[in-house]
Nanobody
Framework: QVQLVESGGGLVQAGGSLRLSCAAS?????LGWFRQAPGKEREFVAV????????DYADSVKGRFTISRDNAKNTVFLQMNSLKPEDTAVYYC????????????WGQGTQVTVSS
């Protein structure tokens, strides 16, 4: 069982930036980020495979968010720039054991609030 711990959430004004981190207790096939806003379903944000060969983003964050990883530290980052109020959500780190649609491991979530 891989444990995931997120950090870096907070309150920021629209147009600002935040950097989220997710530390994994072990190696996974891929690590990604999801978010869930109040009253909405959880949605995909970004993912990167451990090799870096596959990186993908939701259309809503392309050009503003960047996912990266430090394999030596088993850590993945989400750099969020040009933040909008609609980015407000709890952000979750998630990990995959192998390729596919299923995410096997989840963090506890970190709150991101963007004020207008």
């Amino acid at each position: 069982q891989v444990q995931l711990v997120e950090s870096g959430g907070g309150l920021v004004q629209a147009g600002g930036s935040l950097r989220l981190s997710c530390a994994a207790s072990g190696r996974t096939f891929a690590l990604g980020w999801f978010r869930q806003a109040p009253g909405k379903e959880r949605e995909f944000v970004a993912v990167t495979t451990w090799s870096g060969q596959i990186i993908d983003y939701a259309d809503s964050v392309k050009g503003r968010f960047t996912i990266s990883r430090d394999n030596a530290k088993n850590t993945v980052f989400l750099q969020m720039n040009s933040l909008k109020p609609e980015d407000t959500a709890v952000y979750y780190c998630a990990g995959q054991k192998s390729a596919g649609l299923r995410y096997d491991y989840w963090g506890q979530g970190t709150q991101v609030t963007v004020s207008s």
